[in-house]
């Protein structure tokens, strides 16, 4: 009896793991071992010297980024722009933000949509 109850606890626990493998990935390619749908890079900007600040950001090819404008940005400055990946969106309120997901290595410009603010981002 004393074999058969530590045989099925050895079959739980290796079920247990397979099936938590399958759910969560191997985790290759992945920081942390986390699945790419689980991970945002989430960015806020503020304004300072009458621009974005941090004026230049980086960000990791194939992941989604979310950017949020804090309340120092107010005008022109709310109507936020990345061209490159065709993002255009006027962020009301510092609860909206736009989101992409870069999809092409290189360093790209951000900027209101008038183009008085600008800045750039860096996607590795």
């Given amino acids: 009896m004393k074999n ?17 493998v399958f759910v969560n990935g191997n985790g290759k390619g992945n920081p942390d071992g986390a699945k790419e749908d689980d991970i945002i890079q989430e960015i806020t ?3 300072r010297n009458y621009n974005y600040y941090p004026n230049t950001i ?29 993002v255009s969106k006027n962020l009301r309120t510092p609860e909206d933000y736009v989101e992409f997901v870069p999809d ?16 750039t981002i860096i996607v590795e």
């Fill in 58 to 86: 980086t960000v990791k090819k194939g992941i989604p980024v979310r950017i949020r404008l804090d309340s120092s940005i107010t005008g022109c400055y709310r109507s936020f722009t990345i061209r490159d990946f065709g």
């Fill in 104 to 119: 092409k290595k290189g360093t790209f410009r951000f900027a209101c949509a008038m183009g008085m603010g600008t800045g």
């Fill in 45 to 47: 900007l503020s304004m």
């Fill in 4 to 20: 058969t109850t530590i045989l099925l606890i050895i079959v739980a626990i290796i079920i247990s793991v397979g099936a938590f």
